[in-house]
């Protein structure tokens, strides 16, 4: 639909070749005529934004379907950490193995790849609601959970929630609620695609009833109709940015004017589906040329992800702020991001501990 609301293309022509501050440290960010985004820094030295550049965290993005120009496009962009929440393939898992083979691939081989193109990888861990209902293979997945739960870089067990409502869906959030409250991490919560407000209340009430901190979970996929009861209970309130659907950049802007941005979050979910990974820098610089200030921009699109994941341990700001270098020479379990005859990026410390080259 012409000028939707909800699809930020329609608007990308009105701030094409524009440029606006970063929101973290005041890098100036640009628009291209196709809708792209560029990070203007040090094009002669060509360093990548650490401390001292431009820097978003995406808390929600299924990087297991998305492509290495995908990292490299957010990685240029500003996206310094991306979280990657358990999910479905698409179709159904048939047994227990593909599910198992997909959380070490999370935690193990896309951790690497996305640290190839200088973005740190978190994971969070859990049984999706949408394929709780295969009774069998949910009992088996909620018993192997655990094991995964306590690996390097979870961050939180996600996404867990519903999805038709059923009580097999109940059952399977509340067993995974009282795993986390074992273990002592955040929850991310999915919200249902269909009757979202009822399923919303619904979710919350159940994470009461087993006495969740709710500044300890993200409720996710947010809309108008649900924000204000999210806050008013003390839940991060976390938003999808995706083209012509539930929630858009134009959108999520009035929403944080509305409602402030002490507990909203912004990320892209991205998948396999019809998304966009660029989704929350691209939110920031619009909600800069929409007067929103700098110090809500960053709350939203950095600072407030942090602080709740963070709970967990696994995640802290000098990951990036002072990460390894990256050397495209290196493998994971003899397995290359490159093919033959490419060359490799291998980074060098220049100019300062916060400052790195390509060589």
Partial sequence: MENDP??????????????????????????????????????????????????????????????????????????VAVIEPSFWLGQPRTNLGSYLDYLSTILGFEKFRAGQFGIRHYCCIGLNPKEANNESLAEAVLDALPAFAVKEGVVALGELGYDEQTAQEDKCLRIQIDLAIELDLPIMIHTPHRDKHRGTLRTMDVLAEHGFNPGRCVIDHNTEDTVRDVLDRGYFAAFSIYPHTKMGNERLTEIVRAYGPECIIVDSACD????????????????????????????????????????????????????????????????????????????????????????
């Avoid at 792209?36 to 360093?47: G, L, P, T, Y």
């Avoid at 002072?322 to 020479?329: A, H, M």
């Fill in 6 to 79: 909800s699809n930020f293309s329609d608007v990308s022509g009105q701030l094409a070749d524009n440029k606006f501050g970063c929101p973290c440290c005041g890098s100036r960010l640009k628009w291209k005529h196709n809708g792209s985004i560029e990070v203007e820094f040090d094009a002669a030295a060509n360093a990548i934004p650490r401390a001292a550049g431009t820097m978003f965290i995406d808390p929600h993005a299924h990087m297991i379907s998305r492509s290495t120009n995908d990292y490299e496009a957010m990685a240029r962009a500003g996206v």
């Fill in 272 to 359: 396999w589906g019809v998304s966009d990974p660029l989704a929350v820098p691209k939110t920031a610089a619009l909600m800069a040329q929409r007067g929103i200030a700098s110090e809500a921009i960053r709350k939203v699109t950095y600072d407030n992800a942090l602080a709740v994941y963070g709970l967990s341990g696994a995640m802290q700001e000098t990951d990036w702020t002072n990460p390894e270098l990256v050397d495209q020479r290196n493998l994971f379990q003899g397995n290359s991001v490159l093919r033959g005859g490419q060359a490799p990026r291998i980074e060098t410390p220049q100019r300062g501990s916060s400052e790195l080259r390509i060589s």
